[in-house]
């Protein structure tokens, strides 16, 4: 059911009749979705619905049962791992716990995705300074030579955003971008989503339980039950929805 | 008790497979030089001390407990050649092998399975690099290098202990300990020792990177997982040691 149209072009995920189960537990059952260029979507649905299931099926972690999965062009079932990986280098991942590296500081962190993506020709000092034009786009350029456990939970994650964004990705996928955190952090991470998106023109497929994340964040929403894609639309469109199902989310 | 037998063959081949696996990627590029080297070194420099320290109290442990009975049957000259075999062939890669089940073997299964379940080897994946390559195959070679260095240190410091025993108690000089020692000592006692020690510290890194990388049920599990690795390797060092004595019989008739 679609509420409401958008005036994005190109299609950078294409997904149709997506089915992924695992043993008998089938999680998604024909799900159907495009993210244009540009554009932020939220993903809403209970907790196991396979919101997470869907994103690791995006960027390749988790390999789909059946469907049609096309990420900026180009089809993900039978890809081989090299052309995986130089996709990867395209979308950016926000894990729900940030995913920090333990044993790295805060540098090392963002330097090893860049020395991994076969940026190793790139000198020390080159590095360094994307380095620190990633940390100074989340606000947090003094936290350099930090290890990730002496940062509290909202620095985490931001430190996390400025990993995603050091090889400038066309897509980023947020997984539970406020989860864990203060309404106040929360609101500011929600603010960095929009930033983010307005530098770097991104676009983005944000899976959040936080309606005032996808508010902020948003142009539209997606709800996912029973594996579908129940409905969509705008906040305001979904926010006045009599749909019982809309409803669970939105009362307040 | 059927299940656990169950679970127990399940293991074993997940175990199997898991080493076949590194067998697999081991040869081929891309090669994790640096992350090799920084894992040698923890591996190494981790468990120097500790490995040093109980081989130093083994040895003085050792030839204080049998010096009276030797010295009983006139036989204390025997003294440097017996403990001298002894560490070389038996305690001193046991004991070390112990040591790093305990030590190293918890240390990775822990890192790795906290590192699992806080979706660091996802984080990993999505960055482009293949977690198995990096985290499991530079360990268990870091591991199965270092352990034939830490023995042969272990075996050193051992000797040096009985030789002060030695020494203090029997006024044995250095000089005449060592030369009685390898006197005695032969191919047939060094070279099995060292080859054990190399499959000692395989298997200790194998089974320790297989229960970390194969980790669930949150955080409580990551303690679960560096206990059953440590008791899962310190077996498996005895079982090996069993098989590896049996073949060096066949092939030096010990």
């Avoid at chain 1, 330097?111 to 020709?121: A, D, I, L, T």
Wanted: hydrophobic share 45%; charged share 20%.
């Amino acid at each position: 059911m679609m509420i409401q149209e958008n005036n994005f072009k190109k299609p950078v995920i294409e997904i149709k009749d997506l089915h992924k189960s695992f043993g008998n537990n089938h999680v998604l059952r024909g799900f159907d979705f495009t993210l244009m260029d540009g554009e932020n979507v939220a993903l809403l649905g209970k907790s196991g619905s396979g919101k997470s299931v869907l994103i690791k099926c995006i960027i390749g972690l988790i390999k789909i049962d059946s469907g049609q999965m096309r990420v900026l062009g180009q089809s993900m079932s039978d890809m081989t791992q090299k052309k995986l990986n130089s996709i990867r280098r395209d979308v950016g991942f926000l894990f729900q716990g940030s995913a920090l590296y333990d044993s790295m500081s805060v540098r090392e962190n963002l330097e090893f995705p860049m020395r991994r993506h076969h940026e190793k020709n790139d000198d020390s000092k080159t590095l360094l300074v994307r380095v620190e034009e990633a940390l100074d786009s989340v606000g947090l350029l003094h936290t350099l030579d930090l290890m990730p456990a002496e940062l509290s939970g909202g620095m985490k994650k931001r430190v996390a955003i400025a990993r995603t964004l050091i090889l400038r990705p066309k897509i980023i996928l947020y997984d539970e971008p406020t989860g864990g955190l203060d309404p106040i952090t929360g609101r500011e991470i929600s603010h960095l989503i929009n930033k983010v998106q307005e530098q770097y023109k991104t676009s983005a497929l944000i899976i959040t339980h936080d309606l005032a994340c996808a508010k902020i964040t948003t142009n539209r929403i997606v709800i996912l039950s029973e594996g579908k894609n129940y409905i969509e639309g705008s906040y305001g469109v979904l926010e006045q929805s009599s749909d019982p199902v809309v409803q669970e989310f939105f009362k307040k | 008790m059927l299940r656990r037998i169950k679970k127990f063959f399940i293991t074993t081949g997940e175990i199997t497979q898991f080493s076949a696996r590194y067998f697999r990627e081991v040869l081929f590029p891309p090669y994790e030089f640096q992350e090799l080297l920084k894992q040698s070194f923890l591996i190494g420099n981790k468990s120097i001390g500790l490995v040093g320290s109980t081989g130093f109290i083994m040895g003085i442990v050792l030839t204080l407990q049998t010096r009276p009975t030797l010295v009983e049957f006139g036989a204390e000259s025997w003294m440097p050649s017996m403990v001298g075999i002894a560490i070389v062939r038996e305690i001193g890669p046991v004991i070390t092998a112990l040591i790093c089940a305990g030590k190293v073997g918890s240390g990775i299964s822990a890192e790795l399975a906290s590192m699992k379940v806080t979706e660091q080897i996802d984080a990993m994946e999505v960055s482009g690099t293949n977690p198995f390559k990096y985290l499991v195959i530079t360990r268990v070679t870091a591991a199965t290098i270092m352990l034939p260095v830490l023995v042969v240190f272990a075996d050193l410091v051992s000797l040096i202990g009985s030789a002060m025993v030695e020494y203090l108690k029997g006024g044995v000089t250095l000089q005449l300990y060592f030369s009685k020692v390898f006197e005695y000592l032969n191919y047939g006692d060094l070279i099995p020792s060292i080859v054990k020690s190399f499959f000692f510290g395989f298997a200790i890194a194998i089974v320790s990177c297989y229960k970390g990388f194969n980790s669930s049920k949150g955080t409580e599990g990551v303690g679960r997982t560096a206990n059953e690795a440590v008791v899962i390797s310190s077996m498996l060092v005895f079982v090996l040691d069993f098989i590896a004595v049996l073949i060096s019989d066949i092939f030096y008739d010990l």
